[in-house]
């Protein structure tokens, strides 16, 4: 059942992927408005495999917060929910390119690795898993961030080459912008609890010399939440906005997916 409902999340996520870019940089038609319509409720269809999936997964034992795999199988999941619901008062199509092909990553990454004994979390650490549930949902929201932040970078652009065209603008500047603030909002403070309980689940496995060796996940987190918490305080302070905001997001979301890289191949 578990390959059936892979199966059917990845072509759905697949079909969506396309679905979503395949219009990048074409006059538009019937045929690519028609494509349009269908890329949502076909990322719909993957949402709702990928649920069921992981549902199968926690009946087995292989739940999200047994290693870093499932949990990013999960974060995933979670990003592709939020986008499903911002995209039904927000016109961000084009962030379903970016979303839909995470998400099939991260699933399969979820299926295939679900056993794998050195990255499991330990049993009964009520620590050990709220960390790896904020870790989850902070690459889940940064996720979205980075992906607004993306699309605010490339609308820009577009503005500023006079390459927009008619009737295809979508959300404006200012409404991508105040988005992109609403979800650092969000995840700054879900990120910085993340780091709060990985560093007291360090502490409860063996004290501080455990951080040796991880001066690499360590330094990678500091530039994450450095760089989320210096976007709102520039925001509150100066007003600062735009291109200098949304590059430091897309530096925050590089920071933490290396962070979920390096779990994954640690020896």
């Known amino acids: 059942m578990i390959l059936l409902l892979f199966i059917v999340a990845s072509l759905a996520y697949g079909a969506a992927t396309f679905a979503y870019g395949a219009d990048a940089g074409e006059a538009g038609g019937a045929g690519v408005a028609s494509m349009r319509r269908r890329a949502q409720p076909?990322?719909?269809?993957?949402?709702?495999?990928?649920?069921?999936?992981i549902g199968l997964q926690c009946v087995e034992g292989d739940h999200p917060l047994k290693n870093?795999?499932?949990?990013?199988?999960?974060?995933?999941?979670?990003?592709?929910?939020g986008f499903v619901a911002l995209s039904r008062t927000q016109k961000i199509d084009a962030l379903g390119a970016v979303v839909a092909p995470i998400a099939l990553?991260?699933?399969?990454?979820?299926?295939?690795?679900?056993?794998v004994d050195r990255v499991q979390v330990p049993t009964g650490s009520a620590i050990a898993s709220a960390h790896v549930g904020f870790a989850a949902a902070g690459l889940a929201g940064?996720?979205?961030?980075?992906a607004v932040a993306g699309l605010y970078l490339a609308t820009e652009r577009r503005l500023r080459r006079?390459?927009?065209?008619?009737?295809h603008t979508g959300i404006s500047l200012t409404?991508?912008?105040?988005?992109?603030?609403?979800?650092?909002?969000?995840v700054t403070p879900v990120f910085t609890l993340a780091i709060v309980t990985g560093a007291l689940w360090?502490?409860?496995?063996?004290?501080?010399?455990?951080?040796?060796?991880?001066?690499?996940?360590?330094?990678?987190?500091?530039?994450?939440?450095?760089a989320s918490v210096a976007l709102l305080v520039m925001r509150a302070v100066w007003g600062s906005r735009g291109r200098q905001s949304a590059w430091l997001t897309i530096l925050a979301f590089?920071?933490?997916?290396?962070?979920?890289?390096?779990?994954?191949v640690r020896p």
Request: net charge positive; proline share 2%; no cysteine.
């Open 105 to 115: 990553a991260a699933l399969a990454l979820g299926v295939v690795f679900s056993s």
């Open 175 to 186: 409404g991508l912008d105040r988005l992109h603030h609403r979800l650092v909002l969000l």
């Open 202 to 226: 360090i502490v409860q496995i063996g004290g501080p010399h455990m951080v040796r060796g991880r001066n690499f996940e360590l330094a990678a987190a500091a530039i994450a939440w450095v």
């Open 68 to 81: 870093i795999f499932l949990a990013s199988s999960f974060g995933s999941l979670v990003a592709a929910i």
């Open 162 to 167: 006079k390459q927009f065209r008619p009737g």
């Open 42 to 53: 076909i990322l719909l269809l993957g949402v709702l495999g990928h649920t069921a999936l």
């Open 142 to 146: 940064f996720t979205l961030a980075a």
């Open 254 to 264: 590089a920071a933490v997916l290396l962070i979920v890289v390096s779990y994954g």
